[in-house]
Structures are given as structure tokens and as C-alpha cells.
């Protein structure tokens, strides 16, 4: 039996470059994963089927079984595996579970069936799967741009203290990119946009009160007008000793950069006693 953790990801950075003509959106975000995550297990069986604890999850169509499908059928691989899902991160909350689960169920899987393939084929299948799904192979800490899926990894820096915090509603992401009313790509610059060159710097400086001084999410707007309780909850964060608090992806979930863990801890218990979803943790 394998056991993979598949761990949830924030945004310290996101920019929206503009529309694409195929209908995505070029962007440009630094990932960061952090210790809160989902366990997979993953066992050898004839057949293939997926068990998950949440059960408005197991569905046929389910990502993580997507992901096993597209391994067999692209190997032409004929065994088995009963996977099974912890699930921990909430869903539509901008955080990466379902992602991160596809990518470790690439990985796990890789692994049982001794494919062996190397980490840009198993990317390659990602980026079928879903835009940020590479990112999750190139963790801890990645540069992604294109749609979502070229990966660009990072040194990671010293470990820092999160907070999570989300509404019991969530926001699905091609709700909030349809309500960007984004314009049209215009040919690209060279180099990054500024606000990616300034969270590289604060990343190498690797303090985090520099990284969160840098904190950028260009669908934050549209999230907050969307469910105007966000932006509360934000500033909550803020009065409660965050050094910065903003969108994660698409939201609904907040993150927020804190001095040091008990602050963390404060906060979300806190929220939650508010009636929140909260985590705290710190970035891997
Ligand atoms: O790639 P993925 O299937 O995860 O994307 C989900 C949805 O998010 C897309 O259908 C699209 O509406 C939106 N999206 C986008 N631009 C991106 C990534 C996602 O518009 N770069």
C-alpha cells in the first residue's frame, strides 16, 4: 500500500495577463503549498475505484479517477488500484485539494504500477486534467504562467505561519473568471509583470513579512463582490494581527501571512468559534 499526502496551495501572487483566444486566461502566480492536506491511499487491485470519507465526492467523474484513467489508458497500463481519499481541504475554496489529489494520484500511481516515467510526462498528462494540476509535481514552491500549467520551480523559503479561514459558501472558478470581464490578450511583454518580479525578490530575501508585503490576487475584486463577507473577513484578519491577508486563487478561502504561530492559532480559533471554516499551519 502506497500512502501520498496531497497538500493545498495558496497564491502570494496572482496576475490575470488578459483572455486568451482559446477562452483561458494567461496568468502569471507564484504557489506556495502548505501542511494542511488530504492523504491518499493507494492499494494494488484488479479494478480501478476510488472511496473518498466526503461523500458528495465519490462521483464517476471524479479528478482523482480522471487522473487514474489517463495514466492507464496513456501507458496502456491494464492493472488496477483501489484508491482511497481522506479528504481534509474544502472544496471550491481557491486552495488546489482537488488538484493536488490528481497530481499524487499521477504520482502514486506511477509508482505502484512501476511506470517510472519521468516528472514532465506525468506533467504533460496534468495539464490535460487542469491547468494548476502540474504545479502540484513541482511543489513546494513554483512560478506558473501560460494557463496555469508551465511550472517554473522555485526555491523555497524558510517555513512561515497561515492562516485559512472560508465562508460556508465557496465560489467556483469559472464563475469568477467569467465575472472578471477580463480583455483581451495583448502580445506579451518580455519578462514578468512587476508584482511577479517584486514576490521573487521578497521570496529570495526569504523573510516573510517581505513576502507579505508583496501579496497580490488579481480575482480578489471580482471575489469580493461576488460574496461581499470576504472582504470582512479580511479585514478581520488584519485586526486580529495578520501581517496580510488575501484571496486564495479564486477563493472562497482567505489566507493570511501571520508573525508567528500562537497569532496563527488565535485567529482561527477565533473565526471558527464564528461559525468559519479556519485552519492554521505553516507553508512547507
Ligand atoms: O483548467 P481548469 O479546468 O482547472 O479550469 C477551470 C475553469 O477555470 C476553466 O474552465 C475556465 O473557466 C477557468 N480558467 C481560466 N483561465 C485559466 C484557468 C482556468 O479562465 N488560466
Not at 484513467?69 to 471550491?92: F, H, S, V
Not at 494557463?147 to 522555485?154: I, K
Not at 469559472?174 to 483581451?184: G, S
Not at 495578520?242 to 501571520?258: D, N, R, T, W
Request: with cysteine.
Amino acid at each position: 500500500m502506497i500512502t501520498i499526502t496531497a497538500p493545498a496551495k495558496i497564491n502570494l501572487t496572482l496576475r490575470i495577463l488578459g483572455k486568451r483566444a482559446d477562452g483561458y486566461h494567461a496568468l502569471e502566480s507564484v504557489m506556495q503549498t502548505v501542511s494542511l492536506v488530504d492523504t491518499l491511499l493507494i492499494q494494488s487491485a484488479r479494478e480501478l475505484s476510488f472511496h473518498c470519507d466526503t461523500h458528495s465526492l465519490n462521483y464517476a467523474n471524479n479528478l482523482v479517477l480522471k487522473a487514474a484513467r489517463l495514466l492507464r489508458d496513456e501507458t496502456g497500463c491494464n492493472m488496477g488500484a483501489r484508491i482511497t481519499l481522506e479528504k481534509n481541504i474544502p472544496t471550491r475554496a481557491g486552495l488546489g485539494g482537488g488538484s493536488s489529489d490528481a497530481a499524487n494520484t499521477l504520482v502514486g500511481l506511477d509508482k505502484l504500477w512501476g511506470l517510472k516515467l519521468p516528472v514532465s510526462d506525468l506533467a504533460a498528462l496534468a495539464a490535460r486534467l487542469g491547468s494548476d494540476i502540474p504545479f502540484f509535481l513541482y511543489a513546494p514552491t513554483a512560478l506558473i504562467s501560460g494557463r496555469g500549467e508551465v511550472v517554473t520551480p522555485l526555491p523555497a523559503p524558510p517555513s512561515y505561519n497561515i492562516v485559512l479561514v472560508k465562508p460556508k459558501t465557496g465560489l467556483p472558478t469559472p464563475q469568477v473568471y467569467a465575472e472578471l470581464h477580463a480583455a483581451p490578450l495583448q502580445p506579451m511583454k518580455e519578462g514578468y509583470a512587476p508584482e511577479t518580479t517584486a514576490m521573487l525578490a521578497a521570496l529570495a530575501q526569504g523573510d516573510s513579512a517581505a513576502i507579505a508585503a508583496q501579496l497580490v490576487n488579481d480575482l480578489q475584486a471580482t471575489a469580493f463582490r461576488l460574496l461581499p463577507a470576504l472582504a470582512q473577513l479580511r479585514d478581520k484578519m488584519l485586526a486580529s494581527g495578520a501581517l496580510a491577508a488575501c484571496l486564495s486563487g479564486s477563493g472562497s478561502a482567505i489566507f493570511a501571512i501571520c508573525p508567528d504561530a500562537s497569532t496563527a492559532h488565535q485567529i482561527a480559533k477565533k473565526l471558527h468559534h464564528q461559525g468559519l471554516w479556519t485552519w492554521s499551519g505553516v507553508t512547507l
